[in-house]
């Protein structure tokens, strides 16, 4: 095996890796709405419905756990975007006047009206008792960790919510159109590295992280799980 192949199935190890937090991410969000306990946030504006959780942002949207229920004070929302599902991908587009909705089974539908939007520093720590607010926050610039996008929201109403309501996800599919990509990107690599006498070993580590994403889909792993061991590669090739 050449060296320029040892490089191309390890770049390809690494791109799994992290295709397999997005495939890991939509695979535990298809659980998560079949529980008829899921909270569910909905930016009509921005063209987002997303599930809320209160394990981590590894897993979606995340609830600030000392922050509040809609109706009994602030409520805090955390939520990538990169990777993870890319929740708050476009959280930047709403705008003074937007209405957001918390869908809260044994709670209500909360309708919140956005009123500021700013960015602070990272270090930024926010109170958890401002009234009857929800804070949507997510990381500033794009692809960066450096400051904090926080999205300022006043609460409207409050109405009974139906018990029976369940939420389609348009992105339940992501994680097979993710799998395919990936399958399809690494036959076309197959087809056109010039080595041919390594076109094989190509081949099959295509088809065997294939066959990992497609169990990682059927068995979702742990996306934080998968976080902590990325970084421990990175860190060992001093990324």
């Not at 191309?8 to 008829?36: H, K, P, R, W």
Request: with cysteine; glycine share 8%.
């Amino acid at each position: 095996m050449r060296i320029s192949t040892f490089f191309i199935v390890v770049g390809m190890l690494i791109i799994s890796l992290y295709f397999l937090i997005d495939v890991s991410f939509y695979a535990s969000q298809i659980v998560m709405e079949n529980n008829t306990t899921t909270a569910v946030v909905v930016m009509p504006s921005i063209d987002v419905t997303q599930n809320i959780n209160n394990k981590s942002v590894s897993y979606g949207v995340y609830h600030e756990p000392q922050s509040m229920k809609p109706g009994n004070g602030t409520v805090i929302l955390f939520g990538h975007r990169t990777m993870y599902g890319s929740p708050f991908f476009k959280l930047d587009g709403l705008k003074a006047g937007d209405s957001v909705f918390l869908e809260w089974p044994g709670v209500g539908k909360g309708e919140y009206r956005v009123n500021n939007t700013f960015i602070v520093p990272a270090s930024y720590r926010i109170s958890v008792e401002q009234g009857e607010k929800l804070f949507l926050i997510t990381c500033h610039p794009i692809g960066s960790a450096r400051e904090r996008l926080i999205v300022e929201t006043d609460l409207v109403s409050l109405t009974p919510l139906n018990e029976t309501f369940t939420q389609d996800n348009p992105e339940n599919y992501y994680a097979i159109l993710m799998i395919a990509g990936f399958l399809i990107g690494g036959l076309a690599l197959t087809y056109f590295y010039p080595v041919n006498e390594d076109k094989k070993i190509v081949l099959f580590v295509v088809i065997a992280l294939t066959l990992f994403l497609t169990l990682a889909y059927l068995f979702p792993i742990p996306p934080d799980f998968i976080t902590g061991k990325l970084s421990d590669i990175n860190n060992l090739f001093g990324i």
